[in-house]
């Protein structure tokens, strides 16, 4: 096959819509929509394995769990694995009362009989019939003029108004799609819409669906919308019509499209939980509820467990949730840049000391702790990190604080850490990186043993036991403060000369279990900073340690 020149010549621009008035473009999303999972259908057919009974019952399970109030539970004409799924759900009293089950069919008497006998017994259920409208499956695939197209749908309707009348134990609701509706003329799809409701005669109080399926996305998302809200205004009795959407994701759109088509009019979702469907996939519900609370609109669903939805997810389609995805993935509240990591370390600082209700962490739009996430994973460190993230690990990890510019200096030894490993670094790298630079004294210069402090006068009089280069030196030096006392009495050893020009300490943990972690920066002779971290339960030790620390650096 040859390739042309240019290949974008083969295709041809989806038309606008006209539409000149259109008001959906001024309108914001205020409530939740209905929403309807079609994970058990769309979703299990587009697997390369389908769902056993044990998955469906589990993924119904979750489903229900969430918070779907309708869910279409699959196509009982396809086979005795599906038939007997629904009709077991039934038969078992599975269904919750406030849950609504669904069902496909294609517009054929066997094929509508078949589904409406799966649900006898059925408290409530929707029964959604479709056929395709557009040109190409009416010239390519069927071969039918328009009016052999209205006149399937037609008849679909008849059938199942009559099916409906069979089972009148039942509260029925009818759906009906005019398939390949987003490539469908409007005046047509409008036309075979209006010969359905005819026959099956909805009212405000029981009212039909139609749902208006992006079958195949050709068109950005703003076009969908047009012709939702042109759909809305033309069909007759409105308010005995609910207004359904179902995008797929071709163009990578599917959500915006929805989010813009529920602008545009409409009242109800179709999707999938991470958008699991054909080719690219369905509208993603999670993505589309979640973007809701981070606009301040409940959407009626639970993901306060978002792992738990995941794991299940996974599991019944054996197939994973990217790592990158919405709201879900692992990865998608950690950040590995430096001044990302900083941003956000700030901003949990100024939310800690704001106290309100109000969330406002750069580059995080939604708190993790509200789907189940803590904030350990938040913040990960390689070779892309800077100080910030260093100092958050730590900070989590171990509730050091560290101050800012000695921040920056250990971020220098991480630095070289991660380039060295070139792997990711865990907070246990992080904290065996920090012993061996400031805790871990055994390896150092100079050891503490043992000390007092006595005072004389204005001056306090340091005087211990360190340990020299490995061998033991009583040692002891005057200061008008501790730790200028401990300064004076290396000294006199052959420590170095320093000079404090920065201290600082707090607790780590509460009660009992209080430890003290005291940190300082010095200057040495030739104006060279050094740095030095102290622990101990007591404070004053603590601060020993971080001079010896410091002295350790030089």
């Known amino acids: 096959m040859t390739m042309r020149a240019d290949p974008s010549q083969k295709y041809r621009a989806f038309p606008p819509i006209n539409l000149p008035d259109r008001q959906w473009p001024a ?9 309807l999972s079609t994970d058990m259908r769309d979703g299990n057919q587009a697997l390369i394995d389908p769902m056993d009974a044990e998955k469906k019952q589990r993924f119904f399970d979750l489903l229900v769990k969430v918070g779907l109030k309708e869910i279409e539970v699959g196509f009982p004409s396809a086979g005795a694995t599906e038939f007997d799924f629904i009709s077991g759900l039934v038969r078992a009293d599975k269904i919750p009362d406030d849950v609504t089950v669904q069902v496909l069919t294609q517009s054929r008497r066997d094929l509508i009989e078949t589904s409406f006998a799966s649900l006898e017994g059925a408290q409530r259920a929707i029964v959604h019939l479709y056929n395709a409208v557009s040109p190409a499956w ?9 009016d052999e197209v209205r006149a399937i749908a037609v008849e679909g309707a008849k059938i199942m108004r009559d099916q409906a009348a069979k089972y009148s134990g039942t509260d029925w609701m009818f759906q009906y799609s005019p398939e390949t509706f987003s490539t469908a003329e409007l005046d047509f799809s409008l036309e075979v819409c209006t010969a359905v409701m005819e026959i099956l005669q909805p009212t405000p109080d029981h009212p039909i669906i139609f749902n208006l399926p992006a079958t195949v996305e050709c068109s950005s998302p703003n076009v969908y919308a047009d012709q939702i809200e042109y759909f809305g205004r033309h069909i007759p009795h409105r308010d005995a019509v609910v207004v ?56 009626g669903l639970d993901f306060s467990d978002i792992d738990e939805v995941i794991s299940t997810v996974e599991y019944c389609n054996q197939l994973p949730v990217h790592p990158r995805h919405p709201y879900g993935g692992e990865l998608v509240f950690t950040a590995f840049s430096g001044s990302h990591q900083d941003a956000i370390k700030k901003g949990f600082a100024a939310q800690s000391a704001r106290n309100d209700d109000v969330w406002e962490v750069p580059y995080l739009p939604i708190d993790p702790a509200d789907l189940g996430r803590s904030y350990e994973a938040v913040i990960r460190v390689n070779s892309q990190s800077g100080k910030g993230g260093v100092a958050w690990v730590l900070e989590q990890d171990k509730g050091l604080k560290l101050p800012k510019r000695m921040q920056a200096s250990f971020s220098h030894v991480v630095q070289k850490l991660a380039d060295d490993s070139s792997r990711e670094l865990g907070a246990d790298d992080i904290w065996q990186a920090f012993e061996r630079s400031y805790i871990d004294q055994q390896n150092g210069r100079f050891i503490l043993d043992e000390w007092h402090e006595t005072k004389s006068g204005n001056d306090r009089i340091f005087v211990g036991k360190i340990r020299v280069a490995g ?5 002891s030096g005057r200061g008008n403060g501790l730790m200028s006392s401990v300064i004076a ?24 279990d209080v430890q003290a972690a005291a940190y300082v920066e010095c200057k040495t002779a030739d104006g060279k900073s050094v740095f030095g971290c102290g622990l101990d339960t007591d404070v004053a030790t603590a601060s020993v340690r971080a001079i010896l620390s410091a002295a350790n650096g030089v």
């Open 489 to 512: 009495a290396l000294a006199e050893t052959t420590g170095p000369v320093l000079e404090i020009v920065d201290y600082s300490e707090h607790a780590i943990g509460h009660g009992s």
């Open 138 to 146: 009416r010239n390519i695939v069927f071969n039918m003029s328009r």
């Open 27 to 35: 309108r914001t999303i205020t409530h939740a929509p209905r929403w």
């Open 244 to 299: 359904s959407l179902h995008t797929h994701n071709d163009r990578g759109t599917g959500v915006a499209a929805a989010e813009l088509g529920m602008m545009a009019g409409a009242d109800r979702v179709e999707g999938c939980l991470f958008g699991n469907g054909e080719r690219t996939g369905n509208c993603d519900l999670v993505t589309v509820a979640l973007n809701m609370y981070t606009q301040g609109v409940n959407p």
């Open 471 to 475: 061998e033991t030196t009583s040692v």
